[in-house]
């Protein structure tokens, strides 16, 4: 075996490095803006995941931005049709309150739920969550937020898109939230969300050396050198949006050129099977 | 999307009552099955193509097949059906498992459930390779190389003690462990083909032409 680099921290395994789309979105739409603001039109949600999933994405994260703000339920319409077609974990976060949220999103196809506001106010959620459906489905987002000051970096947790700061440390959080049964956590960086500039480093090495469940890097990735440090600072996958949306690059090329860097990925052909035999 | 091949006979799914099926019945249909949901052991008794799925843990979809439904899945078996398990329900179909104290399984293939090693972060969640140990139709097509031929994993339990002859693949996290089994017409996988994209939906397809051609049963 050659010497490659996998996302299992302790012992020996052949699990491999994901790569991540994220898709924002809201009534229906795939959306974009910088920092939940100024949102696009990127198309529809289900043909968008199916032509990430072609192009070999590992699993495809969708994040209903609206469904906080507006306490609206969530449509979940796009979820089924995606489900139809794309054969790799789906992930959905985005209004889920109450363990019937989650069961409605998996009924609906998707493979985990995450969730974030809700499981701040009230972390017995989460384990509501992995009690009923199994740690495996229950993502914890976390979005952080970088505090002022010198000495050792320190993140504030915030929601509502950055524009509620909770005053409740983000590795503590993470901590507790682990505990309380998530069985991975979505790390955002506010401050990188968008920018393109890049992970929050510091942040993610924080929390992987804290914690054994997988942590997806999330905010921030503009290049391919950014999904690099995110993987050496310690994630399991890399999540990204603008630069898989905006076609500055394919999934496949993205991960043929990490594979080439040492990381463990799935390589392959994303051509589906169908109908009769072949 | 599917359904000109009308010859086909139903795949019949059986529901231990582990939960949501909903994307394994979209993969079976995608690849041209027409699944059907049953928990009626006449249904299983009859039927040519089953399917045993299984999320959580061993003892309750254990429990739920015990008497009428494993009777029939023997009886099936017998008259010639052709059986896949996935994750817990591959994990059924051996001898035994030490989750939670010790319980007897179908005992269709030889093998021990057993946990994975601590040395690794558990369930393990995610794509991992297969290491071939046999040529058989079940993973014919399906790439195998460093990059190629992975599959979406999630547990923390797997078949130990499983004699060379019954294992189809390995994959390793914490060591190898057997991760395709198959002897005669029952075989299974720990992972989840309806979530392994192309090369999962190609192990199904693989496993609905065994099962339509009794001819070409593999001597394994």
């Known amino acids: 075996m050659s010497a490659r680099s996998g996302p299992e921290r302790r012992g020996e395994s052949g699990l491999v490095f994901r790569v991540i789309p994220c898709l924002d979105v809201k009534d229906g739409r795939v959306v974009k803006g910088i920092q939940f603001q100024d949102l696009r039109d990127l198309g529809d949600p289900a043909e968008s995941a199916a032509r990430y999933a072609s192009e070999g994405a590992d699993e495809i994260v969708f ?6 703000p507006e306490s609206r339920e969530t449509d979940l319409d796009w979820v089924r049709r995606t489900a139809e077609t794309v054969f790799v974990p789906l992930t959905v976060g985005g209004g889920v309150r109450r363990p019937e949220d989650a069961e409605r999103l998996l009924r609906s196809g998707a493979d985990k739920v995450a969730t974030n506001t809700a499981a701040l106010e009230d972390p017995k959620l989460l384990t509501e969550l992995a009690e009923r459906f199994g740690s495996q489905c229950v993502v914890l ?3 952080a937020k970088r505090l002022p000051g010198d000495g050792p970096p320190r993140w504030d947790v915030v929601t509502h898109g950055g524009r509620k700061a909770r005053g409740i440390d983000a590795l503590e959080w993470i901590e507790r939230g682990i505990a309380h049964g998530a069985g991975e956590i979505l790390l955002t960086s506010i401050d990188a969300d968008g920018t393109k500039d890049g992970y929050d480093l510091d942040l993610l090495h924080a929390v992987a050396e ?4 997988p942590v997806i890097a999330s905010g921030g990735a503009g290049t391919l050198e950014h999904l690099v440090d995110g993987l050496r600072s310690g994630a399991s996958a890399v999540l990204a949006a603008s630069i898989f949306h905006e076609g500055t690059h394919r999934i496949d090329d993205v991960k043929r050129a990490l594979a080439e860097r040492g990381f463990a990925m799935r390589l392959e052909s994303g051509r589906v099977p169908s109908g009769s035999s072949a | 999307m599917k359904t000109e091949a009308t010859n086909r006979p139903p795949v019949a799914v059986i529901d231990a009552g582990v939960g949501n099926l909903g994307n394994l019945f979209r993969a079976l249909r995608h ?3 027409d699944p059907e949901l049953t928990t009626d052991p006449a249904t299983v ?3 040519t193509t089953i399917v045993l ?3 959580g843990a061993f003892r309750p979809p254990r429990e739920r097949m015990r008497g009428g439904l494993e009777r029939a899945l023997r009886s099936a078996l017998d008259s010639g059906a ?3 398990g996935i994750c817990i329900g591959y994990q059924l179909l051996f001898d035994s498992s030490t989750e939670f104290g010790t319980t007897d399984g179908l005992g269709l293939l030889p093998g021990r459930i057993d946990r994975l090693p601590e040395s690794v972060a558990l369930p393990q969640i995610g794509w991992n390779r297969l290491v071939r140990r046999a040529d058989h139709p079940l993973l014919s097509g399906i790439p195998d190389g460093e990059n190629e031929g992975l599959f979406y994993f999630v547990h923390s339990y797997a078949p130990y003690d499983v004699p060379e002859t019954v294992r189809l693949a390995e994959a390793v996290h914490g060591g190898a462990f057997v991760a395709v089994a ?9 992972f989840h083909p309806e979530k392994s994209g192309p090369n999962g939906l190609r192990l199904l397809r693989n496993f609905l032409d065994l099962a339509e051609n009794r001819a070409a049963v593999c001597p394994n």
């Open chain 1, 63 to 68: 994040l209903d931005i609206t469904a906080a």
């Open chain 1, 141 to 143: 987002s976390v979005d």
């Open chain 1, 210 to 213: 804290r914690v054994t469940v």
């Open chain 2, 31 to 33: 690849v041209g099955a």
């Open chain 2, 45 to 47: 008794e009859r039927s």
């Open chain 2, 53 to 55: 799925p299984g999320v």
């Open chain 2, 82 to 84: 052709h059986l896949l």
């Open chain 2, 182 to 190: 198959g002897r005669g017409r029952v075989y299974g996988t720990q």
